[in-house]
């Protein structure tokens, strides 16, 4: 019982600071930096778990449809920054700008703020 207990801590606590994408295939500086990087690495979780909220149906397709084009907008920028500082406050303002996007419809999905990143 106790070994199980170890995994499960184990595989607990190494996907808690898991990135957004496969760090085994990390390319550029901008990944390398957040796979290495816990505070960078859990921005991108927090980006992402407010990312996947906000695709919620209930926001309406059009919503959805202009985050995903403002999101491969972002990240074409994120990939341009050259140090850490720039990819900080990238994240600290995408993660904002997704949790404040305006739902078209419905209800708005819960979402994480920058505040204390």
Not at 80 to 93: E, G, H, M, P, V
Not at 100 to 116: D, F, I, L, R, T
Request: charged share 20%; net charge positive.
């Amino acid at each position: 019982m106790k070994k199980v207990t170890a995994w499960a801590l184990l595989l607990v606590s190494t996907l808690a600071g898991a990135a957004s994408f496969k760090c085994s295939i990390a390319k550029g500086y901008a990944e390398t930096q957040i796979c290495g990087t816990p505070r960078l690495s859990h921005m991108d979780d927090v980006l992402a778990e407010n990312y996947q909220m906000m695709q919620a149906p209930q926001i309406g397709k059009e919503a959805v449809a202009d985050l995903r084009k403002t999101q491969k907008q972002w990240l074409k920028q994120r990939n341009r920054c050259t140090t850490q500082a720039c990819l900080i406050d990238s994240y600290l303002k995408r993660i904002d700008e997704v949790c404040n996007y305006p739902a078209v419809e419905g209800v708005h999905p819960p979402c994480s703020s920058s505040q204390g990143l």
